[in-house]
């Protein structure tokens, strides 16, 4: 299917998450390292430890016990008849926020400007891909 977003692709690349943990013993911050096809790595971390642990028992197979917010979505896109096609990471001033791509049988429906671990938590939930600005690469590099 060519690309049936209204929003450009090219300033994006998909990524797989190949790492969650946490910052600290307490497993108060958690860590995710997104990883390119091609072996680039981007870091993100300050976000809750419990949303680390959503991620990681989502990528196990444990989609039983979904916090509540996620849930709130998991019934909105069934009453719609949605589907969480992607999700697209990028910096906001000095945030990571995402956009989430979600089809239906008629349409296309984009929420902008949200954080970008819950996104990328709901991308593990539905198994959806998770695209990251090509930019975030590079200032990963200089750093």
Do not use: C, W
Not at 53 to 64: P, V
Not at 120 to 142: G, S
């Amino acid at each position: 299917m060519p690309n049936a977003f209204p929003e450009e692709d090219e300033e994006y690349i998909q990524v797989k998450i190949s790492y969650v943990g946490f910052a600290d013993q307490l497993g108060l911050e958690g860590i995710v390292i997104l990883k390119t096809f091609d072996g680039k790595e981007f870091p993100m971390r300050a976000f809750s430890g419990e949303v680390a642990r959503h991620i990681s028992r989502f990528q196990e197979g444990d989609k039983n016990t979904i916090p509540t917010i996620y849930n709130l979505v998991e019934e909105i896109a069934v009453m719609q008849d949605l589907l969480l096609m992607e999700v697209r990471v990028y910096q906001s001033g000095s945030v990571l926020r995402a956009n989430l791509y979600f089809k239906s049988r008629k349409e296309y429906l984009i929420l902008r400007n949200y954080r970008a671990s819950d996104s990328i938590a709901l991308a593990a939930y539905y198994d959806a891909p998770i695209k990251v600005r090509k930019n975030l690469f590079e200032e990963a590099i200089e750093q």
